[in-house]
């Protein structure tokens, strides 16, 4: 067990719960249970009443107001919404990059409130692929050495996560560009590094926040069926997008508006898979 901190003291005098989805670090430690091991089938992600307050001195913006969503493992979501409507303040916390200012983040039963900064970056290696629009992959290193990244960070041996980067260039389509510089790849093959990156752990989560804003058509249509790829083997995909062609890869749209969620509404073609799946 890590340090225990003031915020965890105050959790438990407080005593937080999802509503008895969520499982409080308190009722956690009561059981004695380790904080990751436990399997836990509720939803992967639920959100309660969370808010983002930025806070830049002169002024404070409401980057989310009170925002309430279940996302269950194995959906294929897209977030849309309009330039400043919160999308990526979302997709930072989802991604535990940032946090709420109040309200809860339960991932995987697991209120991220109450983790240190330590839990936060073991549990973002681990459980979450994260995919940017401008790729952020890293200059002057090999394709190869771009996807080793993450599992140096996760200490798996060199013979391992080469083998493993090998295999994930090859399943994007790259195999043979291995030892390309990002600056000797196009966009697509770019985007397609960084998804090979984004898997190299093996999360069950991957968020994507506009993967395909520098992309062309083609190269946008190859990443999304990538992703359904992805999302046919069992993961979450979670993607940005300002446009509907992209959106309609996946089952379910969630729309933004100045900090809120709009709308929640299932695509066409995941009410037609649900009707089949019934019979
Ligand atoms: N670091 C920050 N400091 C202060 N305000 C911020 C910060 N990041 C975002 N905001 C504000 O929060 C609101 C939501 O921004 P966000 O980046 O989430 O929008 P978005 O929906 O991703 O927009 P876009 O489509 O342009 O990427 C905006 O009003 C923005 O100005
Ligand atoms: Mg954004």
């Known amino acids: 067990m890590k340090k225990w901190t003031k915020k965890q003291d105050a959790a438990q005098k407080g005593g937080s719960t999802a509503g008895g989805l969520g499982i409080s670090l308190r009722e956690r430690l009561r059981r004695k249970t380790p904080l990751y091991q436990e399997p836990y089938d509720g939803p992967l992600i639920k959100l309660e ?4 307050i930025y806070d830049t001195g ?5 980057g989310l107001k009170k925002i309430n969503l279940t996302i269950e493992r194995g959906e294929f979501v897209a977030i849309m919404g309009h330039s400043g409507s919160g999308k990526s303040t979302l997709m930072n916390i989802l991604g535990c990059l ?7 983040y339960y991932l995987d039963g697991i209120d991220t409130a109450d983790m240190t900064p330590d839990q936060l ?3 973002r290696n681990r459980k979450i ?16 050495k771009n996807v ?5 960070y996760a200490r798996v041996s060199r013979s391992k996560r080469t083998e493993r980067a090998k295999a994930l260039l090859d399943r994007v389509g790259l195999g043979g560009r291995r030892e390309h510089m990002p600056n000797e790849l196009s966009g697509g093959q770019r985007q397609r590094v960084a998804i090979a ?3 190299a752990n093996q999360p069950p989560l991957i968020l994507a926040d506009e993967p395909t804003g520098n992309l062309d058509t083609a190269s946008s249509v190859e990443i999304m069926e990538l992703f359904s790829q992805l999302h046919k083997e069992g993961a979450t995909v979670v993607v940005v997008t300002h446009e509907e062609d992209i959106a309609a890869f996946t089952d379910r749209v969630l ?22 799946d019934a019979h």
């Open 148 to 152: 080793e990244l993450p599992m140096t």
């Open 58 to 62: 002169a002024i404070k913006v409401l």
């Open 49 to 52: 009443n969370l808010v983002k």
């Open 129 to 144: 692929g994260f995919v940017f629009q401008s790729f952020n992959l890293i200059s002057r290193t090999s394709a190869l």
């Open 197 to 199: 990156r984004a898997l």
């Open 121 to 123: 970056s073991d549990i």
């Open 255 to 276: 729309r933004f508006s100045d900090g809120q969620l709009l709308s929640d509404t299932l695509n066409d073609h995941s009410q037609g898979k649900e009707t089949a």
């Open 98 to 104: 940032d946090r709420p200012t109040l309200g809860h």
